[in-house]
């Protein structure tokens, strides 16, 4: 079939690309032709949504020439965004609350702003080649954006919505439309999400999303597209082409975004290259679409269900763009592509065939032509290798100002982590290997012994030494965990250092006692002198700042064990109370109420998870939403309570405390119990406190983890809570220099249970 594709980007070269690889005759040009030489191809498939909003669907039907896609009055579901919000609501699909404005009307919308008094989107009602939508931080943001989107024409606002979003490309006859892998596109020219939108910077399919039927293409389609679809075909006038449905699952469920009218770029570039070519024929698909007949199409190779069956893996798409993109980009510059036959043509790398090339603002000569110059996709068994192949590729690509985002498909982690198992931990096999070994410990136990297993530290009485009279040593050994693998991946290890002692100076402070000395244990592959002495100076630095000497410990190497450039540190920590002053005291009872303090981050628990989830972002970059790196947010060293609640136990104040919770692995599910006589639950009001911006953000990746298994993976804000009756609730925050927060309280519970009820 000789087929023409309409447009000079790399969206274009993907759909050329792909009808190439099934045996068609293609030919790709920026413009239309002239009307005889347009009569010479059997299908014509036009890439930019400004060529089928100039009719050019209109122009093939009056020469009989099969177009695939829609005629310049249906194409205002994209050139309009109003028009197509409009008729979203009229049709019952789900998606913001909107409003529309005309040129210049800032005073009405304003007004409608303030009253909704939530945050917008601020759209350009009209074509804007992806650039057209603002979503303003804060009120003089919101202002300034709307003001701006005034001036340059008709606007809409909308209700700003959140979650992850994904493309839904649906291929469609005008009766019905079968759908392409789900997609999710990276807009902003920022790792992280930052900085201004673009056309698209990378893609990646089939888009991680939370485990969900409603998250399934056949039902999306059901729900975003079908509606679409019907209506238009009972007014008359049936829709032929791609019709790509931008989603946004929200907590509510998924939300429309926009429609397009066409492939979208550079999810094109992302969804091809996982079809089979000796099965999937693009081209064919589109004809049969013009003629009406894509239930043939379902029947011969969809296996009866309205999804274009796919490779089995995933693909990753990565934008190269040039030096001032998306601003005014600077061109001329020559672009090398070492590995790679051409850059002006689509190609497979030399060295790797699931490696493909789509030139986009590249001329004739090979120089920059535009802003986004080229896309590079990988394909492979899985996401990391699809990922991993396309870096790769890009690798042997230069040109001079190149800019790229290195974290693409960076949500996808969060997506696939349903729990903190999922990242290698088991909460409850550690439980369970607690109560294997409990009997075996309690057959040591002496009536010396007043805390063991279970609880936040060893505690022993020395009443019996040396005729004192009720002095007990409370001790604590602990580590670090996998935090440490990213200190030493980033070269910060001083900090974990800090960590151990600070973590173990807690778990001692829980039960009224002050640290008295501190002993280390730090173990690696090959001993590094210098790494050693970093750890220990930060040891050093907390055991000064709590007044507690550091007298040594041990180093090990270990060869064999620790993978190379790999260590751990544990440590043991030492403290002294008096007796009758011990924590918990035995007036813990429902009524008492719950008091947090802030944690200085996620301390030395749930890294596994938060590993993998950030595994494929750059620590050195900020995140939207964080006001640091996220390498330097996720090493904030564990904080201690010491200088905050060594003070107020010493005081009057210090009777009205009955008990302290160090929230550590197991979140405040697991480490409340710890502290709460039998038969008495702690009921938690999740959103009492703020929730910290990295939390917030791991809250939003981790589309598929629970409440409850956030809150156990993570101290979510909280790192120690006060128990304390409720008449003194006032007294012991007043005592306390710094922001508390009143988080729930204790009730009745299950005779012989000590359970923690999270509560929304």
């Known amino acids: 079939m000789r087929v023409l594709v309409l447009g000079g980007g790399g969206r274009e070269q993907a759909i050329a690309w792909a009808c190439r690889e099934a045996g068609h005759d293609v030919t790709v040009a920026p413009t239309v032709p002239d009307d005889g030489e347009l009569r010479t191809f059997a299908l014509v498939i036009p890439g930019p949504e400004t060529l089928l909003a100039d009719g050019v669907a209109d122009r093939c039907a009056t020469l009989g020439v099969a177009c695939f896609g829609p005629t310049a009055e249906l194409a205002r579901l994209e050139t309009s965004k109003g028009h197509s919000r409009d008729l979203a609501v009229a049709l019952g699909i789900p998606g913001p609350a909107h409003a529309r404005f005309a040129a210049?009307?800032?005073?009405?919308?304003?007004?409608?702003?303030?009253?909704?008094?939530?945050?917008?989107?601020?759209?350009?009602?009209?074509?804007?080649?992806?650039?057209?939508?603002?979503?303003?931080?804060?009120?003089?943001?919101?202002?300034?954006?709307?003001?701006?989107?005034?001036?340059?024409?008709?606007?809409?606002?909308?209700?700003?919505?959140?979650?992850?979003?994904?493309?839904?490309?649906a291929l469609c006859d005008g009766r019905q439309a079968v759908a392409l892998p789900l997609a999710q596109d990276?807009?902003?020219?920022?790792?992280?999400?930052?900085?201004?939108?673009?056309?698209?910077?990378?893609?990646?399919?089939?888009?991680?999303?939370?485990?969900?039927?409603?998250?399934?293409?056949?039902?999306?389609?059901?729900?975003?597209?079908?509606?679409?679809?019907?209506?238009?075909?009972?007014?008359?006038?049936?829709?032929?082409?791609?019709?790509?449905?931008?989603?946004?699952?929200?907590?509510?469920?998924?939300?429309?975004?926009?429609?397009?009218?066409?492939?979208?770029?550079?999810?094109?570039?992302?969804?091809?290259?996982?079809?089979?070519?000796d099965?999937?024929?693009?081209?064919?698909?589109?004809?049969?679409?013009?003629?009406?007949?894509?239930?043939?199409?379902?029947?011969?190779?969809?296996?009866?269900?309205?999804?274009?069956?796919?490779?089995?893996?995933?693909?990753?798409?990565?934008?190269?763009?040039?030096?001032?993109?998306?601003?005014?980009?600077?061109?001329?510059?020559?672009?090398?592509?070492?590995?790679?036959?051409?850059?002006?043509?689509?190609?497979?790398?030399?060295?790797?065939p699931e490696a493909v090339l789509f030139p986009a603002g590249i001329d004739h000569e090979g120089r920059v032509s535009g802003g986004r110059v080229l896309s590079v996709t990988g394909v492979g068994p899985d996401l990391a290798t699809a990922r991993g192949r396309a870096y790769e590729a890009l690798e042997g690509i230069a040109f001079d100002g190149m800019q790229l985002r290195r974290d693409i498909a960076w949500r996808a982690p969060g997506a696939a982590l349903g729990s903190y198992a999922a990242a290698g931990v088991d909460i409850d096999e550690g439980n369970r290997a607690v109560e294997r070994m409990r009997a075996d410990v309690e057959r040591t136990l002496t009536p010396a012994v007043l805390r063991g297993v279970g609880s936040f530290g060893g505690v022993i009485d020395l009443s019996a030494a040396a005729g004192m009279t009720a002095p007990v040593l409370v001790a604590s050994t602990d580590g670090v965990g996998t935090k440490v693998e990213l200190a030493a991946r980033l070269g910060r290890v001083r900090s974990v250092g800090v960590d151990i002692v600070n973590h173990c100076i807690d778990d001692v402070l829980v039960q009224a006692a002050r640290p008295l000395f501190f002993l280390d244990y730090i173990a690696a592959s090959t001993l590094d002198a210098d790494l050693v002495a970093d750890v220990v100076a930060g040891m050093a630095d907390a055991c000064a700042a709590a007044g507690c000497a550091l007298l040594g410990g041990e180093t090990a190497e270990m060869p064999g064990v620790y993978s190379p450039?790999?260590?751990?540190?544990?440590?043991?920590?030492?403290?002294?109370?008096?007796?009758?002053?011990?924590?918990?005291?035995?007036?813990?009872?429902?009524?008492?109420?719950?008091?947090?303090?802030?944690?200085?981050?996620?301390?030395?628990?749930?890294?596994?998870?938060?590993?993998?989830?950030?595994?494929?972002?750059?620590?050195?970059?900020?995140?939207?939403?964080?006001?640091?790196?996220?390498?330097?947010?996720?090493?904030?060293?564990?904080?201690s309570y010491l200088d905050v609640l060594g003070p107020l136990l010493d005081s009057p104040t210090g009777s009205a405390i009955s008990a302290l919770a160090h929230i550590t692995g197991g979140g405040l599910p697991e480490n409340l119990p710890r502290v709460l006589p039998d038969g008495v639950d702690a009921r938690v009001r999740l959103g009492s406190w703020p929730t910290p911006p990295l939390f917030a953000l791991v809250r939003d990746l981790a589309v598929g983890v629970d409440t409850e298994e956030l809150h156990r993976m993570l101290n979510m804000g909280i790192g120690m809570v006060i128990v304390c009756p409720p008449d003194r609730v006032s007294e012991v925050r007043d005592a306390i220099d710094e922001e508390t927060w009143v988080i729930g309280d204790l009730v009745a519970g299950t005779p012989g249970g000590r359970r923690v009820i999270l509560e929304s």
């Open 565 to 639: 450039g790999a260590f751990d540190i544990a440590g043991t920590l030492v403290g002294l109370a008096d007796r009758a002053d011990l924590l918990p005291r035995d007036d813990v009872a429902a009524g008492h109420v719950l008091i947090g303090l802030a944690s200085s981050g996620p301390h030395t628990n749930g890294y596994s998870f938060l590993r993998r989830l950030f595994e494929w972002f750059p620590m050195e970059v900020a995140p939207a939403g964080l006001d640091r790196p996220l390498g330097e947010a996720l090493l904030e060293p564990h904080r």
């Open 104 to 169: 210049g009307d800032v005073e009405t919308a304003l007004a409608w702003w303030r009253d909704r008094g939530s945050a917008v989107v601020v759209k350009y009602d009209g074509l804007a080649a992806g650039k057209g939508v603002e979503v303003p931080d804060g009120d003089a943001a919101t202002e300034t954006a709307i003001i701006a989107m005034a001036a340059r024409g008709a606007f809409v606002l909308e209700e700003r919505m959140t979650g992850p979003e994904c493309s839904l490309l």
């Open 186 to 277: 990276h807009k902003r020219i920022g790792e992280g999400d930052t900085g201004p939108n673009t056309g698209g910077m990378g893609a990646y399919a089939p888009a991680a999303l939370a485990p969900d039927p409603d998250l399934v293409p056949g039902r999306l389609l059901e729900v975003f597209v079908q509606p679409v679809l019907d209506h238009l075909a009972a007014a008359g006038t049936p829709y032929v082409g791609v019709l790509y449905a931008g989603l946004m699952v929200t907590p509510e469920g998924p939300r429309l975004v926009e429609y397009n009218c066409r492939f979208g770029d550079p999810e094109t570039q992302a969804v091809l290259p996982l079809l089979d070519p």
């Open 279 to 352: 099965r999937i024929d693009l081209a064919a698909i589109a004809a049969a679409c013009t003629r009406g007949e894509l239930d043939t199409v379902i029947d011969a190779v969809c296996d009866g269900r309205p999804v274009i069956p796919s490779r089995t893996g995933a693909s990753c798409c990565v934008v190269a763009a040039a030096a001032g993109y998306p601003g005014t980009p600077r061109t001329g510059m020559p672009v090398l592509a070492d590995g790679f036959p051409s850059v002006t043509d689509s190609c497979r790398s030399v060295d790797d």
